[in-house]
């Protein structure tokens, strides 16, 4: 476990493919001091199934490769990349590859920083929506991500919400952002804890003056209060994962030097968790 109140980098994932039907990778959690969250990602072997169970906290989860059936409540969807769906607490819920050949990998965001979970019988009636959306009285909610709002937060980043309050979740909100070549965000700080994890190209994390090179789908985990940014300083495009402890997101642009001159150092390749 590092100190508390110090940033952690943790490895992606392996490409070598998983022995169990579903794989979970935990990424940030308790064990690096996170308070109020935790992610990992669950990979699925083809046409894998994790049962239904339900949590005592919001769950939020990202389609990063795949697609993906959820049924919640017997109400059944499929995702494609980058679709996100939020299950509120003690909502049962369900997840299959709908692939009979491919992974599926699954990026997942909990309100807790140790995630657990109740199996229960799966005893709904199936009602297949396909790739339609809730509705207005259903506890879950879908972001598509074809259709999701993009805004920007630099010149040469778009970004857009995956997951929020405004959508139901409690305790944890979400999304994605994408970085051309040679952009990066203002060197800014928030009130609660961060993960951060790759999913295209190669970032460069600065945290306070610490220089760490990412890629692959490694992450993150970034206190509150720490001043820190991204950057994209290669020649390709950069995309991101992003959760915070908050149910909204918010950020606070400080001085540059906060995260690049409080001392000299080099880059890193990502490491193991400490």
């Not at 490895?11 to 959690?29: F, I, N």
């Not at 339609?132 to 598509?144: A, G």
């Not at 993150?220 to 940014?229: E, S």
Request: glycine share 10%; with cysteine; aromatic share 8%.
């Amino acid at each position: 476990m590092n100190k508390e109140g110090e940033e952690s980098i943790i490895a992606g994932r392996s490409d070598a493919q998983p022995a169990a039907p579903v794989a979970l990778h935990e990424l940030v959690s308790a064990k690096c001091g996170a308070q109020g969250f935790s992610t990992g990602t669950a990979t699925f072997q083809p046409a894998a199934e994790l049962p239904c169970h339900k949590h005592a906290f919001s769950e939020a989860a990202t389609i990063m490769s795949g697609e993906a059936v959820f049924r919640v409540e017997g109400r059944q969807y499929r995702l494609r990349p980058f679709d996100c769906i939020h299950v509120p607490a003690g909502a049962a819920h369900a997840a299959r590859n709908a692939s009979p050949r491919e992974l599926l990998i699954v990026h997942t965001s909990f309100a807790t920083p140790m995630p657990s979970r109740e199996w229960v019988e799966d005893a709904f009636a199936i009602e297949d929506r396909q790739f339609s959306n809730p509705n207005d009285n259903d506890p879950e909610h879908i972001v598509r991500f074809e259709g999701a709002p993009r805004y920007g937060l630099a010149d040469g980043t778009q970004f857009c919400d995956l997951f929020a309050g405004r959508h139901g979740a409690a305790g944890i909100c979400g999304g994605y952002g994408e970085f051309n070549p040679g952009s990066s965000l203002p060197c800014h700080i928030h009130e609660f804890d961060e993960s951060i994890t790759i999913v295209a190209g190669e970032a460069i994390c600065e945290v306070m003056g610490r220089r760490y090179r990412l890629s692959g789908g490694d992450t993150a985990f970034v206190p509150r209060r720490c001043p820190h940014r991204f950057l994209n300083e290669s020649q390709g495009r950069m995309a991101m994962v992003w959760v915070y402890a908050a149910s909204e997101p918010e950020r606070v642009v400080v001085e540059t030097r906060r995260c690049t001159g409080w001392r000299r150092a080099g880059t890193w390749d990502a490491a193991p968790a400490h």
